[in-house]
């Protein structure tokens, strides 16, 4: 019930970034908002790796820095002694994005945030993430799309489950 519940505030805020684009070529100062659907996946790192399904939330003044808010739905499969099994949680984040290289056409950007998981996960855990992406403007539109290389660290907080490192990739669409 409480992802369906997540999960309807941000399909309900989609209306709303049609409205309010972040316009990267924009000379004005105005409140933004963006939507940037996302997906990744880490290389190994001690029998574990990360997938990730994410959906960040972009709020600022027009110009380079935005505030980032996150919901993520992440799976980590875990072999260890050839056994295999997989921890699936949610998580929430925030943090900030800062276009350090602009241009009309791209952008470059980085992104700090920390967040953690929520309800019943199967690994809980606080996690802090910072990541590089190169931002391609699609057509004459707002949209955009994004490829990104991060760094995740995991502090677990769960019994016999140690903390981990991840490098990741993730791919991202955004409105």
């Not at 999960?7 to 970034?17: D, H, I, N, R, W």
């Amino acid at each position: 019930m409480k992802h369906f519940f997540i999960l309807s505030v941000f399909l309900a805020m989609l209306p709303m970034s049609g409205n309010a684009q972040c316009n990267p070529n924009a000379t004005t100062k105005n409140l933004c908002l963006g939507i940037e659907p996302n997906i990744g996946a880490s290389f190994g790192n001690k029998g574990m790796r990360m997938n990730n399904y994410a959906l960040d939330l972009y709020l600022g003044i027009q110009g380079r820095l935005n505030i980032v808010g996150s919901v993520e739905q992440t799976y980590n499969y875990y072999k260890m002694d050839d056994v295999k099994t997989y921890f699936s949680n949610t998580g929430l984040a925030g943090g900030l994005a800062y276009q350090f290289v602009k241009n009309a056409k791209s952008h470059w950007q980085m992104k700090a945030k920390m967040g953690s998981t929520i309800g019943h996960a199967d690994w809980k855990n606080t996690f802090y993430d910072v990541s590089v992406s190169f931002v391609p403007q699609i057509g004459k539109s707002s949209s955009h799309g994004s490829l990104s290389l991060g760094y995740r660290y995991a502090h677990s907080r769960t019994e016999d489950i140690g903390h981990h490192n991840f490098i990741y990739f993730a791919l991202g669409f955004g409105l």
